[in-house]
């Protein structure tokens, strides 16, 4: 059972997925951005269990299962934080009414590979800040300030390094890990260290 600490961040990204446009899911991949193959990864076996801890700066592979039974395996690992400005969120829309202007932005840039099933996947919608007073936002690409920046070939086929990004709102300093949570029987709880900024 998810806890109730990780489920807000997913709700409040869920419900700004549907009011926020261009969400990355549904930006066409960046034209400029060549996906070179991922050094380092784990084998497609090698499945964090559920509940574990991933070092800042290193793969750890988790499972998705999509409503079409599809199942990808992928890698992820998280590579650095960038913190932005308090109240740069100030003006964004949170359901439930929620005041982000007092809360700082963090960014959080992380690369993840697909090892088997869509080579297509993004995690984007999956990766949420794991810290209790952290909020996770889904908000337009020129909002997210990750660095190095967001990058995706579509049909660069499995084993290639793509690179994402996970927009926090915090109170409480600086997010210290970020998740995977995943549909029912995919991963749960798998948590990535973040990197100091």
């Known amino acids: 059972m998810r806890s109730p600490r990780k489920l807000l961040p997913v709700l409040a990204l869920a419900a700004l997925v549907g ?103 993004s995690p984007s919608q999956n990766m949420v800040a794991g810290d209790p007073d952290a909020m996770t936002l889904s908000v337009l690409e020129s909002l997210r300030g990750c660095e190095p920046a967001e990058g995706r070939e579509l049909g660069a086929g499995l084993g290639t390094e793509m690179r994402g990004c996970v927009v926090v709102a915090s109170t409480s300093g600086p997010p210290t890990s970020v998740v995977f949570q995943g549909p029912q029987g995919s991963s749960s709880d798998v948590s990535f260290t973040v990197p100091a900024s």
């Not at 549904?26 to 801890?53: I, K, L, M, N, R």
């Not at 299962?65 to 934080?81: F, N, P, Q, S």
Request: hydrophobic residues 40%.
């Open 19 to 121: 009011v926020t446009a261009g969400c990355s899911s549904a930006e066409p991949a960046d034209e400029w951005y060549t996906a070179p193959p991922a050094q380092g990864a784990p084998a497609p076996d090698q499945v964090q269990a559920d509940g574990s801890v991933v070092g800042a700066g290193e793969w750890g592979a988790v499972r998705y299962l999509a409503t079409d039974d599809v199942e990808t395996v992928l890698a992820v690992k998280t590579t650095a934080l960038v913190e932005g400005e308090k109240g740069a969120f100030a003006d964004v829309m949170v359901p439930g009414g929620d005041d982000l202007s007092e809360a700082t932005a963090y960014f959080v840039s992380y690369s993840w590979t697909n090892l088997t099933g869509d080579e297509d996947f």
